[in-house]
């Protein structure tokens, strides 16, 4: 039984130093970078929409875009899920969906249809955007399901 522990202790370990290294390190300055890492994940719509609201500047969007493009890593699909994982928490991406549904009665917004959903697709400068954005879809689309099981 020790070892099966130890080799679990191993393994955690392993996932902790992976997680570690996708923290982003930045050009910002080092308060900027903390005053960015301290608001994630937004845990509120009126956070969200706070946010958003800040996004529209131009200076503020590129320290969000620097910031996010610290996360990428060879597989896009990890980037990406990293990215939404940091940004959003789950109370947050439940209240979205992708793109409007033709047959949905809910009055929820589109995230594809904000700053965030661009920046995070700049910031994975992917050559297959379409995939990304499926990516986003399905991760939107789970959040229900990720509160459940927490």
Not at 90 to 103: L, Q, R
Request: with cysteine; glycine share 4%; aromatic share 8%.
């Amino acid at each position: 039984m020790k070892k099966g522990f130890a080799e679990q202790r191993l393994l955690v370990n392993d996932v902790i130093t992976k997680l570690n290294s996708l923290q982003p390190t930045s050009s910002l300055g080092d308060g900027e970078t903390s005053n960015l890492f301290m608001r994630f994940p937004l845990q509120s719509m009126e956070n969200f929409d706070t946010f958003e609201k800040e996004l529209e500047g131009e200076e503020f969007r590129n320290k969000v875009l620097t910031y996010l493009s610290k996360f990428e890593t060879s597989e896009e699909r990890s980037s990406i899920l990293a990215m939404l994982r940091h940004v959003l928490g789950n109370e947050v991406a439940v209240g979205f969906t992708y793109t409007t549904s033709k047959c949905s009665n809910l009055a929820k917004p589109n995230f594809s249809s904000t700053i965030l959903h661009r920046i995070i697709l700049d910031a994975a400068k992917s050559s297959s955007p379409e995939q990304n954005k499926k990516i986003i879809q399905n991760w939107i689309r789970n959040a229900s399901i990720r509160m459940k099981s927490h």
